[in-house]
């Protein structure tokens, strides 16, 4: 994601009575350069001025604002990422052994609702990485690769 977003948000955040503070400008332009969902450790380590209590606040009350979106599928850890319309919408594939998220771009049709108007809807794809697959295969008993090959594929 570009900065070609950052006046929109920022415009936003004002419009909502947020006070446009040095740390929460830096968040927020951190998080628009970001390319897949950070957790809240790479942002910790990416802004090690900004408290974490802090931190976490502003994540809360951003989401609930809609300038961001929580991934909730790790329960040690917090994903987030700059939410639609200022974020394409895509879904993601985690890593189950390494835990890595990457976006991924897939066509979704959804059925035709009666009686309800969907907000949103999440897709994520589990499994494993080319990496931690190589070192999974690589560990197992001799003639259980075959097995674990077939069944990811």
């Known amino acids: 994601m570009s900065h070609h977003h950052l006046p929109d948000l920022v415009a936003k955040l004002k419009q909502h009575g947020d006070r446009l503070t040095t740390s929460r400008l830096?968040?927020?332009e951190y998080l628009c350069q970001q390319?897949?969902?950070?957790s809240v450790k790479q942002i910790e380590r990416a802004l090690p001025k900004i408290n974490i209590v802090t931190l976490y606040r502003i994540l809360e009350h951003w989401q609930?604002?809609?300038i961001v979106e929580r991934l909730t599928h790790d329960?040690?850890?917090q994903y987030f990422e700059i939410a639609s319309p200022y974020h394409q919408h895509h879904h993601h594939t985690i890593c189950q052994h390494c835990g890595k998220v990457t976006d991924i771009q897939c066509e979704l049709k959804l059925p035709s609702?009666?009686?309800f108007v969907p907000s949103m809807h999440v897709v994520t794809v589990y499994g494993w990485?080319?990496?931690?697959?190589?070192?999974?295969?690589?560990?197992?008993?001799?003639?259980?690769?075959q097995i674990r090959r077939n069944r990811n594929q």
């Not at 390319?35 to 950070?38: F, K, L, M, S, T």
């Not at 990496?131 to 259980?144: A, F, I």
């Open 64 to 66: 609930k604002d809609g």
């Open 113 to 115: 609702f009666k009686n």
């Open 35 to 38: 390319q897949r969902p950070v």
């Open 26 to 28: 830096q968040l927020l």
């Open 129 to 145: 990485c080319r990496s931690c697959l190589k070192s999974l295969t690589h560990d197992l008993p001799k003639g259980q690769h």
């Open 75 to 77: 329960p040690k850890e």
